[in-house]
């Protein structure tokens, strides 16, 4: 077999392939559409841009997203590194400038010299030797309609959704306060944009009567994923939706009241001079006028500048039960791999890791060697298994969860000791294996 893989993608999982590949000194060509062509969310050249939120979710080990991150460590995750170099406060969170954080991963492959980065389209799949398909969500219909062919099975599609950025200076911090929930991480990681009752009656009528933007010809399916759920779409589920989701004041005390608001709305920065902070959880597809005019009525946000406006575009994902093995090849041509979200995984970091196990595969397959299946006592395996599990029916993407995991056998009642005893077992179990 021919020492040398196509990856075809840029995105969070195609780098991480690709640099696991060049790791064990296999030749990589990298394809990237960007600058010749650019999806409807994507706006730089950059490789592994953010569209979305700029949080890789938490860091402590004792947490899902924690434990996925310290396992993608043992692998040199490359995305790790330049997160790392990127890092922005956020309480308990991972968050990142996502300018440095593609920047760095860009210097990185660019410098590789196992990399071939290429700047170009691909619309067919390569007809021989190992191919890493890591195009993402919003791959290009040309490759859409060619591995729809090839898989044999129906695309499921669902709404993604960003919220809106707005400047640090616009924000009234007379009705604001800093904190972080359950006073975790620094007080000023978080901006908090309290609402009383009064108040918050009054900005979910509006929100709920509010105008949505039209939406793009590829975008006129009606399903939405939960786990990118549009306040708009949260909103319309009960008067009360929002106040146990984004909105929710638990862990919060107002110290210009000294009680807990009835309604919050937390700001996160966004790069890490703090000059910009995004809504969290504010993804939507209102309308930019009607998101100024519904947004700014939190009393912090009644003069705020929006940098940027909350947008909704397409996901896609394959119905991969059935389709892939758990090394993410493609069961009925096993030379093919698929990496990040359209793969069956949700989440940066959740993509970044099926790219980290598709190139170590990949290389492996090279090598003559057989693939690595991690257990379900770990969360890489516990996902990777799961977007292989025939048994599953009315897939939906999986993000990391402990729920997926192999529970212990020795129960434990209390939820942090029994999630810190599961974290520590997955790394016991790295402690022992060689990754080389």
């Known amino acids: ?15 991480e392939a690709a640099c696991q590949l060049s790791k064990r000194g296999i030749k990589v060509t990298l394809y990237e559409m960007k600058p010749q062509k650019f999806s409807p969310a994507h706006k730089t050249d950059r490789l592994a841009e953010l569209v979305c939120s700029n949080s890789l979710k938490a860091e402590r080990l004792g947490s899902a997203a924690g434990l996925l991150k310290a396992e993608m460590s043992r692998f ?26 593609s920047l760095e991963i860009t210097k990185a492959i660019e410098e590789d010299e196992n990399i ?55 924000i009234d911090m007379e009705n604001a306060f800093t904190q972080s929930r359950y006073d975790r991480g620094g007080e000023d990681d978080y901006i908090n944009c309290p609402l009383d009752k009064a108040q918050y009656e009054e900005f979910y009528d509006e929100l709920i009567n509010a105008e949505s933007a039209e939406l793009h010809s590829f975008d006129k399916r009606k399903d939405v994923y939960e786990g990118c759920m549009p306040i708009e779409v949260l909103a319309s589920r009960g008067r009360d939706a929002m106040r146990y989701g984004p909105l929710k004041p638990v862990g919060l005390i107002n110290p210009k009241t000294g009680h807990r608001p009835w309604a ?42 929006f940098v940027r406006y909350g947008v909704m575009h397409r996901n896609t994902f394959l119905n991969s039960p059935g389709i892939l093995s758990y090394d993410f090849s493609l069961k009925n041509e096993p030379r093919i791999y698929f990496a990040g979200q359209i793969s069956g995984v949700e989440g940066y970091m959740e993509s970044a890791a099926s790219g980290i196990l598709a190139g170590y595969n990949a290389a492996r397959r090279i090598n003559g060697e057989e693939p690595i299946l991690l257990p379900k006592i770990t969360m890489m395996g516990a996902l990777s298994q799961y977007v292989a599990d025939e048994s599953v029916k009315n897939f939906q993407p999986m993000g990391a969860a402990f729920g997926i995991i192999e529970p212990l056998e020795e129960k434990i009642r209390d939820k942090k000791e029994r999630y810190e005893a599961l974290a520590q077992r997955s790394m016991d179990y790295f402690d022992k294996i060689d990754l080389r």
Do not use: H
């Open 1 to 15: 077999m021919n020492n040398s893989v196509i990856v075809i993608g840029g995105g969070l999982a195609g780098v």
């Open 76 to 101: 040199g995750s490359v995305c790790l590194d330049a997160a790392y170099k990127a890092k922005v406060p956020a309480g308990g969170a991972l968050a990142v400038d996502r300018d440095v954080f």
């Open 116 to 170: 071939t980065l290429v700047r170009e389209e691909i619309t067919d799949i390569p007809q021989d030797g190992i191919v890493i398909i890591a195009a993402g969500p919003l791959m290009s219909d040309a490759l859409a309609q060619k591995v729809g062919e090839l898989c044999g099975k129906e695309f499921l599609s669902f709404y993604d959704a960003a919220a809106p950025i707005v400047t640090a200076d616009s």
């Open 264 to 305: 919050n709305l937390q700001l996160r920065k966004e790069n890490k001079d703090g000059t910009m902070y995004n809504l969290v959880g504010f993804q939507t597809n209102l309308k930019f006028s009607e998101q100024k005019r519904v947004f700014s009525m939190f009393p912090a946000l009644k003069n705020a500048e």
